[in-house]
């Protein structure tokens, strides 16, 4: 989720409490070679993208209105929680979607970071 439900390029990807709403929900979808793209259903012209191309980690995800592409590695973690590698031409495969600082509030950012196979890096998706 993001601030005010933005569909704004560059609205910052936010963790926030279940609300059932479009800006919650995210199309994942195979654009072929193991690469994926996830579209926010609130903004589907746009997509999860890392800001200014970063590898860093701390770098911002945010949607963006291109066509981004992600793999996600879930193969080595048990259901239901699956990690997301990033496998972009610009950040290294040892990069995942992580939630800053261990946090657990609405409106903690979400961020690129070193995979260190931690809670904070696993992710659990579920079927609508």
């Known amino acids: 989720m993001w601030p005010g439900i933005s569909t ?7 963790e926030w409490q279940w609300l059932g ?3 919650q929900k995210w199309k994942l979808t195979d654009v072929g070679s193991g690469y994926w793209t996830l ?7 746009s997509c999860l993208d890392v800001n200014g191309f970063g590898t860093a980690n701390g770098s ?11 793999r996600p590695e879930m193969d080595n ?17 040892a990069v995942c979607l992580d939630v800053d600082g261990f946090g ?3 409106g903690t950012k979400v961020q690129l970071w070193q995979d260190l196979g931690n809670d904070a890096q696993k992710w659990q998706f579920q079927k609508q």
Do not use: D, E, F, M
Request: aromatic residues 2%.
């Open 21 to 23: 709403g479009s800006n």
């Open 60 to 70: 911002k995800l945010q949607i963006w209105q291109t066509l981004q592409q992600r």
């Open 104 to 106: 657990t509030g609405n």
């Open 8 to 14: 704004a390029n560059g609205a910052q990807v936010q």
């Open 39 to 45: 579209i926010p259903q609130h903004a589907t012209g």
């Open 77 to 93: 973690l048990p259901p239901p929680a699956a990690g997301i590698t990033s496998s972009t031409r610009n950040a290294p495969p």
